[in-house]
Each structure stands twice: as C-alpha cells, then as structure tokens.
C-alpha cells in the first residue's frame, strides 16, 4: 500500500523542515506552495522533487489540487506546522497492511503543542481529524478558512498522534483569529446571515464556558485560560466584523 504525503504552505521556513523529516518513511511527498517569500521552497526541494506553486485560491480548493497531484492510493495530508509520531508511522503501516482495504479512511488525533506545554483540554485534545485516506474515495467539505475531508467508505479511528506546533505565541495567535475572522465574516455576508447584536453579546460568554468549564480547560492551566478567552473573542470578532461589513 503506497503512501503520498501531502502538504499545502506558505511561508513556513520555521516548521516545514520538521514536517517533512517525519514523513520521509512515505512513498512520494508532494508539496503545494503559495509563493512563499522566505526559505520554504528551497527547504522543500531537498526532501521532493515535486514542488508546485500556485496562487492561494481557499485551503480546501488547495489541498484538492495537491491531492490530484499524488500519484498513489493512498494519502496521507498535513499541514506545514504538524508531526506524524513514531508510533503513529508504525501504526499507519500495520494497519494499512493488515486491514486489507477494509477502511477508505482514517482519523487521526492531533496533540497541540501551546505555550511552552502540551494542551490536554478545551476542545484541543483529542482532536481528531480525517488526515489517511484513500485518494479515489476522498473529497474536501469544509468551508474556509478550515478545511475538511470526508471518504466515501467506512472510516476507522487510529491511535497514534500527530503532534501540532502551532502558535509561536499568543501574538502570532491574535494575528490568526484576525485573518480568519476576516474570512469567516465575509462567508456570513455572502451566505446573507443577517447580523443580530444578541450573537454578538451572547456567544462569545457561552463559548468561554464551553472551552474552559465543560471541556476542562481550566486543567491547562494559564495557557488554558489565554485559549478560552482568544477563543471567546474569536467568536465576538468576526460578528462584529459582520456589523461592520452590513454597516
């Protein structure tokens, strides 16, 4: 059962090199760049000789375009900022050996790494995602700025982790809830969701309780409570950036 990993990036000199080690194992490694300006296609080239560039259209139509790249059965998709463990390589290739195409896919928990301390809690852990699966029977749902797969096919659940670096700090963190609440408002307009100031002032409280109360942030301790709050905002910034479009 041959493997292709794939990975869509943009300016990720700081982690791809760390992504890519962990996949070497993988029959063919196909990379999707969107003109990065700093090192991450020269890093790239020295692990696969194919390394594409295209204009950045939506992470789902991007990640679909790098699939129609691979040239085998079976895909397995990062992101720049991830790590396939060691027990999840071995895992990948017991299972796809001895499964016997039983499963067209399979989740894969994603471990966060955050401010100096792996988080446990919150919504973040286990956060299971559709990362293996069979390139013929797979197809992307999700809506931007958040991709998501899904498999014509039963699906199973794997063990193994893959490890998630993400946010350098809570800067680079407030910087993507900006980007993507930038995105998401703009689909609420499109989608013409009308703008109540009642979502504005109620769903950010109830998504800090969510993320800190009833999914046990709270045990994450001060990087817990920083997720809470930016995820708390997150959710009242792209209403009010919704206002401020109808407005």
Request: charged letters at 25%.
């Amino acid at each position: 059962m041959k493997i292709s990993s794939v990975i869509v990036c943009f300016n990720e000199e700081d982690n791809i090199e760390r992504c890519l080690n962990s996949l070497l194992w993988t029959d063919e490694i196909v990379i999707v760049d969107s003109y990065s300006t700093d090192n991450t296609v020269s890093i790239c080239r020295k692990y696969t000789k194919k390394v594409y560039q295209r204009k950045w259209p939506g992470i789902n139509k991007q990640k679909e375009y790098a699939v129609s790249l691979a040239s085998n059965e079976w895909i397995l998709i990062l992101d720049a900022d991830e790590v396939v463990s060691d027990e999840l390589k071995r895992e990948i290739i017991d299972r796809l050996r001895y499964d016997n195409n039983k499963y067209s896919g399979y989740m894969v928990k994603r471990h966060t790494y955050y401010l100096g301390r792996w988080i446990n809690h919150g919504g973040w852990y286990p956060d299971y995602k559709l990362r293996l699966f069979k390139k013929n029977e797979g197809y992307f749902v999700g809506e931007d700025p958040h991709d998501k797969i899904m498999v014509n096919g039963p699906v199973d659940k794997l063990k193994g982790e893959i490890y998630h670096y993400t946010y350098k700090n809570i800067s680079h963190h407030i910087k993507t809830i900006n980007n993507f609440s930038d995105v998401v408002s703009k689909n609420m307009k499109n989608k013409g969701e009308s703008f109540l100031i009642t979502k504005m002032i109620l769903k950010p409280p109830v998504k800090f309780l969510e993320t800190y109360i009833y999914k046990f942030g709270f045990l994450d301790g001060i990087p817990g409570l920083i997720i809470s709050i930016l995820s708390s905002y997150y959710v009242f910034l792209k209403y009010a950036k919704l206002w401020e479009m109808r407005h």
